[in-house]
């Protein structure tokens, strides 16, 4: 009976998952495209870790197919939204799948390899050919029946000594960057360290700490489980018995970078990783955070659950949001297709503007703030106090003897 609970359950959550996650992949397209005039965050997933920790290689894992720059450099330069989208097999029984860029609308990408360069050549545009960084977004949708509905955040890895043009601050900017996804509460962490470190010197689960102090938003990934030392393993990893970690810990095994020059696939690999699991009794009662596709069974039934959480919110924002636009287009006049029509229809926009320029000046406008000089009160005070010291410093003596909107007599 309790079986019977769980499977109608996840098939529940997964019913859920197809109907809520392309929805928020749907609002993230569109509020990309604003740009720097959204404020509203959306749920997503961010990947988290130090250069090396094998980040690439769990995302790549969760695809099925090579499809990111690889190296032993810094090879995520730029954030790339990863979104990940479940379609049915095709009625022969065979698998489509394609990437879609958003800056290549109405492309499709069936060779990967293809993905890969675009990655490779749409980053150089933006954060050049030299180890650069930068914080402008790539976009991308994997359509594929071998994925679950996930949306993924991959960020340049955590690294301490500038290589190439990199400036001698780059630690202190890729925190920032960082930091400037995790600290949101609708953004969930996936924090990657791998097992051949020492976990309590994670940088990933110290950024995640910091962001997520009470552990709600952060997943561990212990990657490279294959090649800790003779003699350890992750167990007590897993367990949560060195760092816990309230939505636990996912253990994985990596391809080698020897794997990845060798071309081996990732299906090979999954089918080696699941046989280093089977062949190891310290793992055996731990199947469910052992492995890829518990990983991405887990990441999409927490995102799932976190998107139902904060989905009330999410929807008064957006409502708000769209009552304030809806006022300020009513507020513009009545839009009319005939030239004439249009140009009375900018005139009387300039001149609003002008008004509410010019009652801001004068102090009449009923949004200023009682808690701070504003307006001409605001550039009065600039120029009788700090213009007019900062002179003095370089021994110039100035008198503000009059100003109003029109002019600004001075003297010497």
Not at 249 to 270: F, P, T, W
Request: hydrophobic share 40%.
């Amino acid at each position: 009976m309790a079986e019977e609970q769980a499977e109608v359950s996840n098939n529940a959550s997964a019913a859920l998952g197809h109907s809520v996650i392309p929805i928020v992949n749907k609002l993230q397209d569109i509020f990309a495209q604003l740009g720097s005039q959204s404020t509203i965050e959306l749920p997503q997933v961010a990947v988290v870790g130090s250069q090396s920790s094998g980040k690439s290689s769990v995302l790549e894992a969760l695809v099925g197919r090579d499809f990111l720059p690889r190296g032993n450099d810094i090879c995520t330069r730029r954030p790339l939204v990863l979104q990940l989208v479940q379609r049915k097999r095709k009625a022969d029984g065979t698998d489509e799948e394609w990437g879609e860029f958003l800056h290549l609308p109405g492309k499709r990408f069936f060779d990967f390899n293809e993905i890969r360069k675009e990655i490779q050549a749409e980053t150089e545009r933006e954060a050049g050919g030299n180890k650069g960084v930068t914080d402008k977004k790539i976009r991308l949708k994997i359509f594929s029946p071998n994925v679950l509905d996930i949306t993924l955040v991959d960020l340049p890895g955590l690294t301490k000594v500038p290589v190439g043009d990199q400036p001698s601050d780059i630690e202190a900017r890729i925190r920032t960057m960082i930091m400037s996804y995790i600290k949101h509460q609708s953004c969930l962490i996936l924090a990657v360290t791998p097992a051949n470190s020492d976990l309590a010197n994670s940088d990933a689960l110290q950024m995640a700490g910091m962001a997520d102090p009470d552990g709600f938003r952060t997943i561990g990934v212990i990657t490279k489980l294959d090649i800790m030392d003779r003699g350890t393993d992750a167990r007590n990893f897993l367990l949560g018995k060195v760092i816990p970690l309230r939505l636990g810990y996912v253990g994985v095994v990596n391809r080698s970078q020897e794997d990845v020059l060798l071309n081996r696939s990732i299906k090979d690999a999954l089918v080696a990783e699941e046989k280093f699991f089977r062949g190891r009794p310290v793992y055996s009662d731990l199947a469910d955070r052992c492995g890829i596709p518990q990983l991405a069974k887990k990441l999409n039934q927490i995102l799932v659950q976190h998107i139902k959480t904060i989905l009330p919110g999410l929807k008064s924002r957006i409502s708000a949001a769209l009552v304030s636009v809806a006022k300020e287009h009513a507020s513009y006049g009545e839009i009319t297709e005939s030239k004439a029509g249009q140009g009375a229809l900018l005139l009387n926009i300039l001149s609003k503007y002008s008004e509410a320029f010019s009652s801001m000046v004068e102090g009449k406008n009923e949004e200023l703030s009682t808690s701070e000089l504003s307006g001409g009160a605001r550039i009065h005070y600039i120029f009788q106090n700090i213009f007019v010291k900062s002179l003095e410093v370089c021994g110039v003596h100035l008198n503000v003897i009059d100003m109003d909107r029109d002019f600004l007599v001075l003297t010497l």
